[in-house]
């Protein structure tokens, strides 16, 4: 079998959801960060993939590296490597326009753009917008009930206009 592109891997590695949020591959997530065929000691090539998790203590991290492994070795790639990349942090800036679309049609309403003057906890945290938007029905007449959703990385919020609750992607 010849060795597949670095572009076909990328393909395939978009086929993969995360653990956490089904409907969101982890390229889409931004999770993973390179993809490229290096020179091993033995001085065969192999095949390393690089991930960033969304939070240094993210409980899936683990799971995301076993479900990137699986997925390659479908693809006839047994022996990749999957090496954890903690600099620079993950942002939610490195999610796709199609994965924000993807948590809103989920249910979760997607973390906004920029805001880098509004850091509470510099470096990794970044104040939620004034309104967010139900995912549901677009209203932006919503309340926040806990600072922790479904998953850590995630807000519980409530829709004043349809009532239904909700969870929010905290930006980082």
């Not at 993973?32 to 939070?55: C, F, H, K, Q, S």
């Amino acid at each position: 079998m010849s060795r597949p592109s670095v572009e076909e891997i990328w393909e395939w590695l978009a086929q993969v959801p995360d653990p956490e949020i089904p409907v969101i591959s982890v390229v889409d997530l931004g999770i993973v960060r390179d993809v490229a065929w290096e020179r091993g000691a033995d001085g065969n090539d192999r095949l390393v993939v690089r991930i960033t998790p969304t939070y240094s203590g993210c409980p899936a991290t683990q799971v995301i590296a076993h479900d990137v492994q699986a997925a390659l070795a479908e693809h006839g790639v047994p022996d990749a490597e999957v090496l954890m990349q903690l600099s620079p942090p993950w942002t939610t800036e490195w999610m796709s326009e199609t994965a924000r679309e993807q948590l809103r049609g989920f249910g979760i309403a997607p973390p906004g753009y920029g805001g880098h003057d509004e850091v509470l906890v510099p470096l990794t945290r970044r104040r939620a917008p004034a309104a967010i938007a139900c995912p549901r029905c677009g209203a932006t007449e919503t309340r926040l009930v806990s600072e922790f959703g479904s998953t850590p990385c995630k807000a519980h919020y409530t829709c004043l206009a349809c009532l239904e609750p909700f969870d929010y992607f905290k930006p980082l």
